[in-house]
């Protein structure tokens, strides 16, 4: 059965860089097509952040494209997100999604709420 | 501001059909891209309903259906139960400067009256 479980710390102060790791199991991390950061700020709906491809290939929302780092380590079977210089408006449940076969999220993590605050 | 739109509610009495749209244009849905649906139960993480326009992942009822049609797509449940009550999304691609860039509707709170 493949699991994603997110951490990270729950507050980060403003301009400062929120770091994010998702553990993958059940499933090898290199085979699938793209995994991807989703978040959804409180009583919203969802915004996609980025995804990076088997391939290495990554991708990201323009609207936070310079702010945004993803990155997979295959030894460990995880993928992280960095988002720089956040503000308060970076608060949100935080969730990692695989997506194994086609375009759609088979999978996702249970979600980590990030406080950005000081 | 979604690229995608999706009405912000709709509701429905137990036993009844809903239909929840998610209207693109042509550079999502309108390019060809698939759309897919998601469940969002209160608390909860998105689920995977439908994928490649209209088909359901195991596990999922056939209650739930898809359709996708032009720059358009919809969701359809029908013999609606009250454990239907949840935030429904639609997902696709979007063709921009940037590459193929994953998009969201903006969701839609489906209540059983």
């Known amino acids: 059965q493949v699991q994603l479980q997110e951490s990270g710390p729950g507050l980060v102060k403003p301009s400062e860089t929120l770091s994010l790791t998702c553990a993958v199991s059940?499933?090898?991390?290199?085979?699938?097509?793209?995994w991807g950061w989703i978040r959804q700020p409180p009583g919203k709906g969802l915004e996609w952040i980025g995804s990076i491809y088997h391939s290495g290939s990554t991708y990201y929302n323009p609207s936070l494209k310079s702010r945004v780092t993803i990155s997979v380590d295959t030894s460990k079977n995880q993928f992280s997100l960095k988002l720089s210089s956040v503000t308060a408006a970076d608060t949100a449940v935080y969730y990692c999604a695989g997506a194994v076969a086609g375009s759609k999220f088979d999978y996702w993590g249970q979600g980590t709420l990030v406080t950005v605050s000081s | 501001q979604s690229v995608l739109t999706q009405p912000p509610s709709v509701s429905g009495a137990p036993g009844q059909r809903v239909t929840i749209s998610c209207t693109g244009s042509?550079?999502?849905?309108?390019?060809?891209?698939?759309v897919h649906w998601y469940q969002q139960l209160p608390g909860t993480a998105p689920k995977l309903l439908i994928y490649g326009n209209s088909n359901r992942p195991s596990g999922v009822p056939d209650r739930f259906s898809g359709s996708k049609s032009g720059t358009s797509a919809s969701l359809a449940i029908t013999g609606l139960q009250a454990e239907d009550e949840a935030d429904y999304y639609c997902q696709s691609y979007d063709s921009s400067l940037s590459g193929s860039v994953v998009v969201f509707g903006g969701g839609t709170k489906l209540t059983v009256l």
């Open positions: 042509s550079s999502n849905i309108g390019a060809g891209y698939d």
């Open positions: 059940g499933y090898s991390i290199s085979s699938g097509y793209y």
